[in-house]
């Protein structure tokens, strides 16, 4: 049973990280209907430079606040200068997020090297808490209770407020948004820096779970897209349950099936493909 409880807890973790990467993707996804690819780059970046100001700084909120930040100024560089000059070309916005990705995470591997990077957390962080079944690391536990509390505070901006109101017009209909007057360009911005900077910081929070190496920016990039294709386009809550679908199914497959890992890692994506294409949430088209 302490496997069991162990492969959960790292599920959940699991299911938090890739909650935080993917619910600002899906959101431009849903809105922008650009399949970013190089979201997984900037969780690399703000991964790197996230952890390289907590090493000088000694601060966990200066470090996530440096990763954010970078991340959300080089995701709003690409839409504004890059992505607005291919609007509308589905082929030419994929391959040139796909070469931003590329030139990112080679631009990583020049200046920090191929060598894995942990994050540099205090005792009180690492220190193991009894949550009644077993102990569990205490950052870990905060990593689950930040997806909660940014889910919530994420499922209140989009039903209360007329931003929110904005974005569920342009992810349903753009072109009837911008007539009655929305800023759908401003808009597209808004929500692809957001999303960048909840990619950057996953990058340093998830380097506490998965160490920060080459490659790493593919993975967690395959992650997203699987939940966002359980979950459904433009769904916070499909961003929710996919996550959470995702999470455990790699915990529990790596954990008693390893050799089959991939293959059920896929499976619940191909049967969402095979009987419902829009997704558990999404809205047929």
Do not use: C
Not at 13 to 18: K, W
Not at 208 to 221: C, E
Request: hydrophobic share 60%.
């Amino acid at each position: 049973m302490s496997t069991f409880y162990f492969l959960t807890l790292n599920g959940l973790t699991m299911a938090a990280l890739l909650f935080i990467m993917a619910s600002g993707l899906t959101l431009a996804f849903g809105l922008m209907r650009v399949v970013n690819l190089a979201h997984g780059a900037f969780y690399l970046l703000g991964g790197y430079f996230g952890v390289q100001v907590i090493h000088g700084t000694d601060s966990l909120t200066l470090g996530l606040l440096a990763g954010g930040g970078i991340a959300l100024v080089g995701g709003l560089l690409m839409e504004r200068f890059l992505l607005q000059r291919v609007r509308g070309l589905d082929l030419s916005e994929a391959l040139l997020t796909i070469a931003v990705g590329l030139i990112i995470a080679d631009a990583l591997l020049v200046v920090y090297g191929g060598q894995p990077v942990t994050l540099p957390l205090t005792r009180q962080l690492r220190a193991p808490v009894d949550l009644g079944v077993m102990m569990y690391p205490f950052f870990r536990v905060l990593i689950m209770v930040f997806a909660v509390l940014l889910g919530v505070a994420l499922w209140l901006v989009m039903t209360y407020t007329r931003i929110g109101a904005a974005i569920r017009a342009g992810v349903d209909d753009r072109e009837t948004a911008m007539a009655q007057g929305i800023n759908v360009p401003l808009l597209f911005g808004g929500v692809f820096a957001v999303a960048s900077f909840l990619a950057g910081i996953s990058g340093v929070i998830g380097t506490s779970y998965m160490a920060l190496n080459q490659g790493l920016d593919v993975r967690v990039l395959m992650l997203s897209l699987v939940v966002i294709i359980i979950g459904g386009m433009g769904s916070l809550k499909g961003a929710a349950v996919g996550a959470l679908i995702t999470g455990m199914v790699s915990s529990f497959a790596t954990g008693y099936l390893p050799q089959f890992a991939l293959f059920f890692l896929f499976l619940p994506m191909t049967l969402i493909l095979v009987f419902r294409p829009q997704g558990l949430f999404g809205r047929a088209t």
